[in-house]
């Protein structure tokens, strides 16, 4: 009895043992199979955001493409409702005929670009002076007390004179305008078409159309030309004031 007792004693531990041997296996399979389950949920989910990246530049593209293909197509395949659209849009006159409407969208877009391309400039040189000006504080907080009491003075003197020289650039924007009221007392609806034509000829517009229609072509062209000139007279203004900031810098520049 003593030795089936201890046989059955024998007999539980090697049970014990294989147990423990195969739990480390078995729990080593489930780490294995839970990371290639999260490998796969992983890659799924990067797939997905592939495909609703692809979603969204191809809606971004969409509307691009729509809109070069309407531009593609010559104004004169445009029909007259479409051409109203546009000139709405553009915020010009709607009335008109087909060709008159087709000339005035052609103006129009003809003058954008100069219109755009003068205030990205004016925009370059007023960032180009706001950093000359940032540049200009730095310098100064290394001068030494003496230079910055000369500095504030020339500085002072700058200012009044940039301060005169906007004076007569808005005395040079405002004479053209007067000059123009002067001459051009009576509006634009009292004049007679043979003059509105001519005024349409001098400024390169077509001369073709009403009355009403050579009164607003006269009118934009004219506010465009003003716009244009004030661009010009800002860039002026801003190319003085950014040489005399540098002329400044040098100058500290030497006395450090």
Do not use: N
């Amino acid at each position: 009895l003593k030795q089936a007792a201890v046989e059955e004693i024998v007999v539980e531990e090697i049970a014990v043992e294989e147990v423990a041997v195969e739990e480390p296996a078995v729990e080593e399979a489930a780490v294995e199979e839970a990371a290639v389950e999260e490998a796969a949920v992983e890659e799924a989910a990067v797939e997905e955001a592939a495909v609703e990246e692809a979603a969204v530049e191809e809606a971004v593209a969409a509307p691009e493409s729509m809109e070069v293909e309407e531009e593609d197509a010559p104004l004169e395949d445009w029909t007259l409702k479409e051409l109203k659209e546009e000139c709405k849009t553009l915020g010009l006159l709607e009335k008109g005929k087909k060709a008159e409407l087709i000339s005035r969208i052609e103006e129009a877009r003809a003058a954008a670009p100069v219109e755009e391309a003068a205030v990205e400039e004016a925009a370059e040189e007023e960032a180009a002076v706001e950093e000359a000006a940032v540049e200009e504080v730095a310098v100064e907080e290394a001068v030494v007390e003496e230079a910055a009491v000369e500095e504030a003075a020339v500085e002072e003197a700058a200012v009044e004179e940039a301060a005169v020289e906007e004076a007569a650039v808005e005395e040079a924007v405002a004479a053209p305008e007067s000059m123009e009221v002067e001459e051009e007392d009576a509006p634009l609806e009292d004049w007679t078409v043979k003059e509105l034509k001519e005024e349409c000829k001098t400024l390169g517009l077509l001369e073709k159309g009403k009355k009403a229609e050579l009164i607003s072509r006269i009118e934009e062209a004219r506010a465009a030309a003003l716009l244009l000139k004030k661009l010009l007279l800002k860039k002026l203004l801003l190319k003085k004031l950014l040489l005399k900031k540098l002329l400044l810098k040098k100058l500290l520049l030497k006395k450090l």
